[in-house]
């Protein structure tokens, strides 16, 4: 019997090598569990069920990951909504906090912070997302890819706060495997940003898509453009403090624009912590390519 407080919902397609892991990580929950599968020709959805999963079909023949998720959501009866995918795991430690976050009626959005775990590396790339939210009719994810809920909470009058939660992501870190997939994003972020040239989300997507590819220069280009055509937006700025602090080389031009963001969104957590990092690159010398490579390793750096 599962509690009507938290629903996980997930998207899922031939997944069978990490389910099991991911739904035995999950239980100790008690959270109902919504998988929607687009289109899988292994024993994942028996995989599923087996777990208690409501296991429903979606046509994924129009690729978009927003419209699967949205569907998983308005399947799901939670007061609450936690997204996570199939090669992803909660930790236990973890458990406790998703249970009390999922207890309160405030209205917030939760980022958890998640540790991607690469073949022959030993340190993880940390990110944060929004994952847990209340299920409201307006909270909805955007973007076929990359997809987001975020605009829709904070339109909705929510607010996003940081949480301790933690989720370890398998990596799929096959360089062929990696590059064919982006390609394939790159496309369709493309055709996203051409149909609606208004959406500064899809524009900082095309911009890290071509990062993720190494196609820099355009990169750059586009991050001028971001802040040349958004000056006011605190998103738009830190997407630029990201860019060069990660691959434009440039610590004083990312604490410039992580300064703007936070005049823009006071004590947002992230860009609070990323001007940090980018003063303390700037003011120790410290390489700040060992950010892509090896992120954990700044530590050791500034120590």
Known sequence: MH?????????????????RRCLDSLRPLGAELIVV?????????????????????FDFSYPDFSAARNHAVAHANGRWIMAIDADETLRP???????????????????????NHRANANNPLVDEYVRIFQRRPEYRYRGRVHESVDAS??????????TDVCIDHDF?????????????????????AAADPSDLSRHIMLEMACCDLGILDRAGEL???IVRDWPTDPDAHHAAGMYYLMYGTSPARACLEFRISL??????????GWFQVAELCLALGVDVSILRSAPNALLGQIG
């Open 3 to 19: 509690t009507t407080d938290l629903s996980v919902c997930m998207i899922v397609k031939n997944e069978e090598r990490h389910l």
């Open 37 to 57: 599968d687009t289109g899988s020709t292994d024993a994942t959805p028996a995989i599923a069920a087996s777990y208690g999963a409501d296991v429903i079909t």
């Open 93 to 115: 430690s973890s458990v406790s906090l998703v249970q009390a976050i999922a207890a309160c009626s405030e209205n917030v959005a939760c980022r958890v912070r998640r540790y």
């Open 153 to 162: 909470i904070s339109a909705g009058g929510g607010v996003i706060v940081q």
């Open 172 to 192: 799929a870190s096959d360089p062929k495997a990696r590059r064919r997939k982006n390609l394939w994003y790159l496309r369709i972020i493309e055709e996203e």
């Open 223 to 225: 991050v001028e453009r």
């Open 263 to 272: 005049g823009l969104r006071p004590g947002d957590p992230t860009t609070a």
